[in-house]
């Protein structure tokens, strides 16, 4: 029962554009949404957060937009650089302490 | 000021042996999670620990897993008479606070089990 779902494992843009990660999930009790971004090897790494009483949070080149009418999630990147090619992982949780992660979209920047 | 440490990074059991994961938290975080990510899969919770107290295990298997964190020393995953389909990475982080809400957990680079 995945109720976190990224529905595109994989997304090239190029160096400079504007990458575009989506998100679905199911549960409405879901209150708090993370992105996080994961080379391999590596364990993930935390990019940004935002509740469900807000609809926008930015932190630099990172985005991050939520519709809970449509329970969708997006995390924009602009301008996309070829460093923030790795997997990004959306997580999602009811009381921010056990987070639903989705599966991943892999991210590939073109220089 | 190392971040989360797990050790080991790889680790391979036969098929009924027990598999130990250690988890050190970051310095000044007393809140540890585990979650486990089979291949082509995300990550799944499996538990949050405090300090001596188990918080929340219901994303642990039934059987042959358990998890603790004591007053002294790392957390520990436990897998006893381990089975090819543990074969997974093994993921711990920890947080200062209860909940990674705002500014997320930060995370171990795993340990990857493989059962043979």
């Known amino acids: 029962d995945q109720q976190v779902k990224q529905n595109s494992p994989s997304l090239s843009v190029q160096e400079g554009r504007i990458s575009i990660l989506n998100c679905d999930y199911t549960?409405?009790?879901?209150?708090?949404f993370l992105w996080y971004k994961k080379y391999p090897a590596e364990g993930p790494t935390f990019l940004i957060s935002?509740?469900?009483?807000?609809d926008k949070n930015e932190d630099g080149r990172f985005t991050v937009f939520l519709n809970k009418s449509a329970k969708h999630l997006s995390l924009h990147i602009v301008p996309s650089q070829p460093g923030d090619s790795a997997v990004y992982f959306c997580?999602?949780?009811?009381?921010?302490?056990?987070?639903?992660f989705g599966t991943g979209t892999s991210l590939t920047v073109i220089p | 000021n190392a971040g989360v440490m797990q050790n080991p990074r790889h680790l391979v059991r036969r098929r009924g042996q027990e598999a130990r994961l250690r988890c050190s938290p970051m310095?000044?975080?007393?809140?540890v999670y585990w979650y486990r990510q089979l291949p082509e899969e995300g990550l799944k919770f499996m538990v949050y620990?405090?300090?001596?107290?188990?918080?929340?295990e219901s994303g642990m298997p039934k059987e042959r897993f358990s998890a603790e964190f004591p007053k002294e020393g790392p957390s520990i995953l436990r897998i006893q008479q381990v089975v090819r389909g543990d074969s997974a990475a093994y993921f711990c982080?920890?947080?200062?606070?209860?909940?990674?809400?705002?500014?997320?957990?930060?995370f171990g680079s795993g340990t990857r089990l493989t059962v043979v």
């Open positions: 982080a920890s947080s200062p606070t209860s909940g990674g809400k705002n500014y997320g957990y930060t």
């Open positions: 549960n409405s009790m879901f209150d708090y």
């Open positions: 935002i509740s469900s009483i807000k």
């Open positions: 997580a999602a949780s009811p009381t921010g302490n056990q987070f639903y």
């Open positions: 310095k000044g975080h007393s809140h």
């Open positions: 620990l405090q300090k001596e107290n188990i918080i929340d």
